[in-house]
């Protein structure tokens, strides 16, 4: 089991990771998973604010999950990760890493010194000096990054690496199954969701909106004033029915569809941004994912405001299960573990 790779997905509530083996080969195979509540406060938008109590929250799901392997890929992909266009001289991609904090400090919220930086290039030009790049800067807050780093370490797991949550959701659902043209994969985890555009498995365009399926539970909590677990339930029951047939039903519907609408409206204004600012790359469809994609009428709703068909995306297509896995349990909630599991891939990237 030495060489298993275990995915974490870090939420606000929860804590969920999937353990795969043979992440290298054409079809790996999901041999465990599992899911933890987080005690309140303990982590906010995927950031761990108490190393302490998430790595006893760790402890805890490797006991539940039974996992073999301690070595881990963390995922970041909240308010405290930067995705921008940037084009730099063409050079070896370790001189442009060497030479990004000389080069964007102005595009960056914190001094250089306290962000980690990547640069994830697409495309090649000719600039007025000569060859260009063209790409992606990736930055972090290094705090964000650290704090999820040492939550890992306090647990007695060793990381591998920290990937951005939106790659980790491309390379899962576009580049394993090969999807060509010009495709957006929209991930809707609790509180953010990812919109990756995506040419021929490259990324073109990242955005994350600090908005999820959570702030759908936590209006409908506050318009019945119930507690979230009754909230969600309600949600996932009516989702965007039209049909009413109680004032608790009127209540849930209005505030389901308030808040639904705010996040439509962002993805619509989101994808319709890259269609006018690459006008040579048309967009064939939406690929929806994430926990909060399986809302009922979501993707139909989603479908209407871009006029773009919208299909829900299938983590375990191009992956084997183990026949010890509840594959009908694993089965029943494949979106919840989309990250997760296209972060334990990521260590073969």
């Given at each position: 089991m030495g060489k298993n790779i275990v995915g974490i997905d870090i939420g606000s509530r929860s804590v969920?990771?999937?353990?795969?083996?043979d992440a290298d080969k054409a079809k790996p195979t999901v041999v465990r998973f599992a899911e933890v509540e987080l005690p309140e406060g303990a982590a906010s938008r995927g950031e761990v604010l108490e190393p302490q109590t998430v790595a006893g929250s760790l402890k805890q799901l490797w006991s539940v999950g039974g996992f073999k392997s301690k070595r881990v890929v963390l995922g970041m992909g909240n308010q405290r990760v930067l995705a921008r266009d940037l084009t730099v001289?063409?050079?070896?991609?370790?001189?442009i890493k060497e030479a990004l904090p000389f080069q964007v400090q102005d595009m960056l919220p914190v001094p250089v010194a306290d962000a980690l930086l990547d640069f994830y290039p697409y495309s090649e030009g000719a600039g007025d000096n000569g060859p260009v790049v063209n790409g992606l800067l990736i930055a972090a807050v290094k705090?964000?990054?650290?704090?999820?780093?040492?939550?890992?370490?306090?647990?007695g797991l060793t990381t591998l690496g920290v990937d951005l949550i939106p790659f980790a959701t491309v390379r899962l659902l576009v580049n394993r199954p090969r999807v060509v043209g010009t495709v957006a994969v929209v991930e809707i985890g609790h509180n953010t969701t990812s919109v990756v555009m995506v040419t021929d498995g490259v990324p073109q365009f990242v955005r994350i909106i600090p908005s999820g399926g959570d702030d759908i539970t936590q209006a409908v909590a506050a318009a019945l004033e119930?507690?979230?677990?009754?909230?969600?339930?309600?949600?996932?029951?009516?989702?965007l029915s039209t049909v009413v047939t109680t004032p608790q039903e009127q209540a849930a519907s209005s505030a389901i569809f308030e808040s639904t609408n705010d996040l439509l409206g962002s993805l619509r204004n989101t994808v319709q941004y890259f269609v006018n600012t690459r006008p040579a790359n048309p967009v064939a469809g939406i690929l929806l994912a994430g926990g909060g994609s399986a809302m009922p009428g979501f993707s139909d709703a989603l479908s209407e405001v871009t006029r773009l068909p919208v299909a829900l995306g299938d983590p375990l297509a191009t992956v084997a299960v183990a026949k010890t896995v509840d594959e009908a349990a694993l089965r029943a909630r494949p979106s919840d573990l989309t990250v997760a599991l296209g972060l334990?891939?990521?260590?073969?990237?």
């Open positions: 969920r990771a999937v353990e795969v083996a001289a063409k050079m070896s991609p370790q001189r705090d964000a990054v650290l704090g999820n780093v040492r939550a890992s370490k306090l647990a119930t507690g979230p677990a009754a909230a969600e339930q309600l949600k996932h029951a009516r989702g334990a891939l990521g260590s073969a990237a």
